[in-house]
């Protein structure tokens, strides 16, 4: 067979349906591929490298319900590399307490549940404690668990 024989059947080959199914699986699959390589390419392999958020729930909780309770946070450097950042908010940043209440409702809530972002900001009384609250009257709302 000589290379235009070969030549024809490949075209003949190539537009059969078989062929054009073949030849579309063909391209997904090296797509893929391609795709795959570029990733594994593009994963930086220094080990340590990166941001590390440590604390929060309750500081952002904190934040939301009363921005002006929120504290900037302490940015540490990493001893083990000079790339790497700590963000560190602990309870004590957040002003008053872990709990929050409206003066007027009957209710209290964890700073993070997003039930007391409705509260009125000029009727928030925070709490230490959840025994602090309950102590003044206040039940732990359902809408948080």
């Known amino acids: 067979m000589s290379i235009h024989d070969y030549t024809?059947?490949?075209k003949g080959f190539t537009q059969s349906p078989q062929g054009r199914d073949t030849a579309v699986v063909s391209i997904v699959i090296l797509t893929g591929l391609i795709c795959f390589v570029l990733g594994r390419?593009?994963?930086?392999?220094?080990?340590?490298?990166?941001?590390?958020?440590?604390g929060g729930a309750n500081a952002i909780g904190a934040a939301l319900?009363?921005?002006?309770?929120?504290?900037q946070p302490n940015?540490?450097?990493n001893?083990?590399?000079?790339?790497s950042l700590?963000?560190?908010?602990t309870a004590q940043t957040m002003g008053d307490g872990l709990y929050v209440a409206s003066s007027r409702g009957k209710k209290y809530y964890p700073v993070d549940c997003?039930?007391?972002s409705g509260l009125s900001?000029?009727?928030?009384v925070y709490y230490k404690t959840a025994m602090d609250a309950e102590k003044a009257g206040k039940s732990l709302s359902t809408s948080c668990n």
């Open 79 to 83: 001893s083990t590399n000079s790339e």
């Open 65 to 71: 319900v009363d921005p002006s309770r929120a504290t």
């Open 8 to 10: 024809q059947k490949i």
């Open 114 to 116: 997003p039930a007391a």
């Open 86 to 89: 700590t963000v560190q908010n």
């Open 121 to 124: 900001k000029k009727n928030l």
């Open 41 to 54: 390419l593009s994963i930086d392999t220094q080990k340590g490298s990166g941001v590390v958020i440590t």
């Open 75 to 77: 940015i540490a450097q």
